[in-house]
């Protein structure tokens, strides 16, 4: 019943998105049907021109900008010129300054630094599940016996796994090194 009900939510987004386009496009025909009856001046045709541009400017987002451009670098068995030609044309219609991308700068190394954060709270909280002593309802099981009253336990391994989850997050956060090389790193 949920899936049809999702169902049904989807279309009507889909179909309250289309009518919101044929609405646009109804304002826009007016919008240019007012200009073409009315005798504007060149400084007043500017300064809609201006207006539009800022409204449209303020609703394109700027991750998707940041985007646009890590595209091109996705872009396999393409000729550098080409490559010139694609960023180039990103950078005619894309206004990107640099309060952008020191803004993309900055979020790029909070996410290190929270995955940083983390990684070492997973070290931590692991060694100390294995350090401190727990309750024997809380050890769950021994797997290995070193003496009749000390052993690993399950609760030793969970930790461990902890540890080396919290090792692998804090490397990844330090060497993010792209997974796949491009051509031209080499």
């Known amino acids: 019943m949920k899936f049809r009900s999702d169902k049904i939510k989807a279309v009507t987004e889909l179909h309250d998105a289309d009518q919101k386009q044929l609405v646009i496009g109804q304002k826009l025909d007016d919008l ?28 394109q987002d700027r991750a998707n900008i940041i985007n646009a451009f890590k595209q091109i670098d996705k872009k396999d068995n393409v000729s550098r010129e080409e490559l010139l030609e694609d960023f180039s044309t990103l950078l005619l219609s894309n206004k990107i300054d640099s309060k952008i991308s020191s803004n993309y700068l900055k979020a790029q190394r909070t996410n290190k630094i929270v995955l ?23 050890e769950m099981f021994t797997i290995f016996y070193f003496s009749q009253d ?13 540890v080396f989850s919290g090792i692998y997050i804090l490397v990844r956060s330090i060497y993010k090194k792209p997974l796949r090389q491009s051509k031209y790193d080499q």
């Open 116 to 138: 940083m954060l983390v990684g070492i709270i997973m070290i931590t909280l692991g060694f100390a599940m294995i350090i401190m002593p727990a309750p024997p309802y809380f």
């Open 32 to 59: 240019i049907a007012l200009i073409s009856q009315n005798e504007l001046d060149s400084e007043t045709l500017k300064q809609l021109q201006q207006k539009f541009n800022k409204a449209i400017e303020k609703k």
């Open 150 to 162: 000390d052993g690993v336990t399950l609760m030793d391994l969970i930790s461990l796994a902890i």
